[in-house]
């Protein structure tokens, strides 16, 4: 990402922040990061990752724990990707 000088990027699907958190302590150019989820339970969706709410609640915030000191280069969209 910054050897291709890249700003602004995005992911879709987080879960835990952990790749986010990784990309952004290397990518020293980066201005704004989109991470989008639902952190939700979503009905008909097969998935070891389709946990309950409670879990997905646990989830968003142990990412917006995992992610601090990056508030100004990231946002979040809890959202459907």
Excluded: P
């Excluded at 910054?2 to 990784?22: P, S």
């Excluded at 998935?47 to 142990?62: G, I, R, S």
């Amino acid at each position: 990402m910054n050897r291709l000088n890249f700003t602004t990027g995005i992911e879709v699907g987080v879960q835990k922040g952990l790749y986010a958190a990784d990309l952004l302590y290397l990518w020293n150019k980066c201005e704004k990061y989109v991470l989008v989820d639902l952190w939700a339970q979503q009905e008909n969706y097969k998935d070891v990752a389709n946990v309950d709410n409670e879990h997905q609640e646990k989830l968003y915030q142990f990412t917006l724990k995992h992610l601090r000191g990056y508030e100004k280069k990231y946002e979040i969209c809890r959202n459907y990707s």
